[in-house]
């Protein structure tokens, strides 16, 4: 339940593509596939082109910043 607002959030945003930030540092962009009460899965795209996916623990994340169309 410590990270339930988090993933109320995610949810709010599914499908759409968001920025995170994790406690790291690290920042992942992509469209939200999945999200359950322990992680979020991103459709990310890598350089050559391809669809690729990312999952990214709930608990690291810092901050999430929807992308504007």
């Known amino acids: 339940m410590k990270h339930q607002h988090?993933?109320?959030m995610l949810i709010r945003y599914r499908g759409d593509t968001v920025f995170i930030k994790t406690i790291s540092g690290e920042v992942y962009e992509g469209a939200i596939r999945d999200v359950t009460n322990d992680y979020v899965a991103l459709k990310t795209t890598t350089d050559s082109g391809e669809d690729?996916?990312?999952i990214v623990l709930l608990?690291?994340?810092e901050s999430?910043?929807?992308q504007r169309n």
Request: no cysteine.
């Open 59 to 61: 608990h690291a994340i």
């Open 64 to 66: 999430i910043r929807p």
């Open 6 to 8: 988090v993933e109320n």
């Open 52 to 54: 690729d996916m990312t």
